[in-house]
């Protein structure tokens, strides 16, 4: 099955990461501040809740505080949905966002974030309707606030592109604490709740801590995680080679028997004879990935031919280091007949190089990868890089 | 035509004693000593009608309501 990468549903979305990478970021971003406010948030409620005061910190203000704080909560899972979206496009529309389990890149952790959305939704709405439904259903509605944390945190950790980054880790961990300590309070302190209400919610609260924190040792903090929770191992490639360093989980489908060919494959076979730019043409060719070497370096090759009459050779070595069950690619290198170059940028399928051959050329390269031979085909169109 | 009358009326049932009333609207609510509201006045001074709407607002058990007196 040849599947072009830009349309690949379980890939899409990483590939417009590569892509939009201004939206990537502020995805990822806005994601990490609404878990922190949203936690702000929770803790505040239980100030109100447990009636905690001082002299200076009356009780109206751990609710104004609280209200206020779900607004700004809400607006930052708002930029965090809207730039998923933009970014991702092909898969995941406005309407995977509030229906959940039904978008085809990773549905579990994303119908989770949709499921804690509209939990989200539905405590600002009766919130902001309480004296219209009354205490009673406000009040129902409220505890599921309880609810959506874990699910935003599940959501956060099993769809994030940062999980290993120690420092999200760290956030999310101290967020954790502040919650279950949060919570904890307000099972001991609160009023208005039967004992063996409480007890259960306790032992829940115990169990669903050990849940996620056993989740994410098994899951997502191990190596290989992207490639389990369904994105394939091309497009990994892909992403590996975004040069600002994003971290996706290797794809090492090849164990390297030989270091990859730097060389073109048919290397010696041709040598002068370059396509006059400019021109566009199609090419075929296979991509190959070494396994991390002790150092933990990794390099994807791919190695096409031009379709023109002389089957010009053209490779490209995109190379890294595996780090924190990710990989990070800090170069490209391009191979064009006898001449080299370097990569410049990377965009779904799309590479674009920089070549001397000899004067200056660009080439864009337009790639569809066959995931389960590691078959390339498409097209590269040369034109004079003069203006560079 | 004359502007409306409100008096603030406490459900001591739904009412926890949590006493955010208080804290909003010292000028006519005090508490008892087991914290519960104790309303001074049968009706909310023409200025004061605002905070006593946000304090009613406010009230964690929404046992706290401004109610028009009808003339
Ligand atoms: C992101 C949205 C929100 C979350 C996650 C959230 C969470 C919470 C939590 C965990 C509590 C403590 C409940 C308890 O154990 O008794 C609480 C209480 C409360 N929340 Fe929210 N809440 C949100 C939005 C709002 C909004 C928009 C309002 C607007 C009025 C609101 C008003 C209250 C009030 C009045 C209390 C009770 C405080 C008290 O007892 O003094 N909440 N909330
Ligand atoms: S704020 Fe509401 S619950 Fe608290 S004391 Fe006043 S009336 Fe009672």
Redesign the interface.
């Known amino acids: 099955m040849t599947t072009a990468l830009v349309t690949n549903p379980a890939s899409a979305h990483l590939l417009g990461a590569v892509g939009g990478t201004a939206l990537w970021y502020l995805t990822r971003a806005s994601g990490v501040v609404a878990i922190v406010l949203l936690s702000a948030t929770l803790i505040l409620g239980v100030v109100a809740s447990v009636g905690w005061t001082t002299e200076r910190w009356p009780r109206f203000v751990s609710q104004d505080v609280h209200r206020n704080l779900s607004l700004l909560c809400i607006v930052f899972v708002g930029v965090h949905v809207v730039t998923t979206v933009l970014d991702g496009f092909v898969p995941i529309g406005f309407v995977d966002a509030v229906l959940p389990f039904r978008s085809s890149y990773r549905p579990i952790y994303l119908g989770l974030g949709a499921l804690g959305f509209d939990l989200l939704l539905a405590v600002l709405v009766t919130s902001a309707l309480r004296h219209r439904i009354g205490y009673g259903s406000w009040r129902f509605v409220h505890w599921l606030a309880y609810l959506s944390w874990p699910i935003a945190l599940i959501h956060g950790l099993g769809s994030g592109t940062d999980t290993p980054l120690p420092v999200v880790l760290f956030v999310e961990a101290a967020c954790t604490a502040a919650v279950l300590a949060a919570f904890a309070w307000r099972l001991t302190t609160g009023r208005s709740l039967p004992i063996a209400r409480r007890a259960a919610a306790g032992i829940a609260a115990v169990v669903v801590t050990l849940a996620i924190a056993g989740f994410a040792a098994v899951g997502p903090l191990r190596p290989r995680w992207s490639h389990r929770s369904g994105t394939s191992a091309a497009v990994l490639a892909q992403i590996a080679a975004h040069f600002a360093g994003t971290t996706a989980a290797p794809a090492a489908t090849t164990p390297a028997t030989a270091p990859a060919a730097t060389t073109p494959s048919g290397s010696g076979t041709s040598s002068g004879q370059l396509p006059a730019v400019p021109f566009t043409t199609q090419l075929t060719g296979r991509q190959t990935q070494t396994s991390p070497d002790a150092q933990g370096n990794i390099q994807i090759t791919l190695g096409m031919h031009l379709q023109d009459a002389s089957t010009t050779p053209l490779t490209i070595v995109l190379t890294g280091q595996e780090s924190g069950g990710g990989v990070s690619l800090s170069s490209g290198t391009v191979t064009y007949g006898t001449y080299s170059g370097s990569v410049i940028g990377l965009n779904g399928g799309t590479v674009t190089c920089s070549v001397q051959a000899p004067g200056p050329v660009n080439l864009v390269v337009q790639l569809q990868i066959n995931q389960q031979s590691g078959a390339l085909s498409g097209t590269v169109t040369g034109s004079s890089g003069g203006d560079r | 035509m004359s502007r409306p009358r409100y008096k603030l009326v406490v459900d001591p049932i ?1 009412c ?1 004693g ?3 009333c208080a ?2 609207l010292p000028e006519m609510i005090s508490l008892d000593p087991w914290g519960f509201p104790i309303i001074h006045g049968a009706e909310v001074p023409p200025g004061l009608v605002d905070l006593a709407r946000r304090a009613t ?2 009230c ?3 046992a706290l309501t401004l109610v028009r007196i009808e003339s």
Request: aromatic fraction near 0%; proline fraction near 8%.
């Open positions: 739904a926890d949590a006493g955010v804290e909003l607002v406010s964690p058990r929404l």
